[in-house]
């Protein structure tokens, strides 16, 4: 009998230290989320270019130095524009077939994003973070013991329609994560709050219980978007406006680039 008493307070106990701990995370209220960004500081600084490839490195700190891509408030997006252009969206592609490593691959999150009205820039770095544009990464840490699989990082949970199989198919994958982030960002009215949204949960964010960690994802996200942003006009400036005389940026270079930054 005494056995039976033990098991289910035990149980009761783990619980509520469960709950304690959640609790004392450091929660941030949906408002401050999108204060935190709008101010000058950790998590608006574009990150420092590191010791990687050297030519990669001075083009990177060139193209900042001369604010080659201004922090836009107009809504303009350069890389979406030169997409949408039939004479530049080769080099969109080439480009982006470079940070994933593979062509196709780029071309599949570019028309997913662009069916779902989203900055590739965005798409990239959310994939980046997600899974460094891995179609069969795996995440099996969540407290819930669900699974997250694929590009995007979908949850098995919040997407019980598709087979296992399905997460690791690239064009599902993205569309469904393209999908998804377009819900956030009309649910969450910015990209901050959106980021946020697809971290933490739109139940929880609107509570106003975004963890501190989910700010620091946010950070992430928008120093890789930023970087994106930044190499891309630098690579647009170099076959432009400077005659190709420098050397293109090769696939190696530009992950090792993030893969040292971030």
């Not at 950790?42 to 590191?50: I, K, L, V």
């Not at 946010?218 to 190499?231: A, F, M, T, Y």
Request: charged letters at 25%; hydrophobic letters at 40%.
């Amino acid at each position: 009998m005494r056995k039976h008493i033990i098991f289910p307070a035990a149980i009761a106990l783990m619980g509520g230290f469960f709950f304690v701990a959640w609790k004392m995370e450091p929660q941030v209220k949906k408002a401050a989320v999108e204060e935190v960004f709008e101010k000058p500081g950790e998590y608006r600084t574009a990150p420092d270019a590191g010791a990687v490839h050297r030519t990669l490195q001075d083009r990177y700190a060139e193209a900042l130095a001369r604010q080659a891509v201004p922090e836009r408030h107009d809504g303009t997006d350069f890389i979406r524009e030169c997409y949408q252009n039939e004479s530049f969206r080769e080099e969109v592609v080439q480009f982006f077939g470079k940070f994933a490593c593979s062509r196709e691959l780029a071309e599949i999150i570019l028309e997913n994003a662009a069916a779902f009205g989203i900055s590739p820039s965005l798409a990239f770095a959310l994939c980046w973070e997600e899974s460094r544009c891995n179609v069969r990464a795996v995440n099996r840490k969540n407290l819930n013991e669900s699974v997250d699989r694929g590009l995007f990082q979908l949850n098995c949970c919040s997407f019980p329609s598709l087979d296992e199989e399905d997460f690791f198919d690239p064009g599902i994958n993205a569309y469904y994560g393209m999908a998804h982030l377009r819900w956030c960002l009309d649910s969450g009215g910015s990209d901050v709050s959106a980021l946020a949204i697809y971290n933490a949960g739109n139940e929880r964010v609107n509570a106003g219980g975004t963890p501190k960690r989910t700010l620091d994802y946010i950070s992430r996200i928008l120093k890789v978007q930023r970087s994106i942003e930044v190499l891309f006009e630098a690579e647009f400036t170099r076959k432009y406006h400077s005659g190709g005389e420098e050397e293109a940026l090769s696939g190696g270079s530009l992950r090792d680039f993030f893969n040292a930054m971030f």
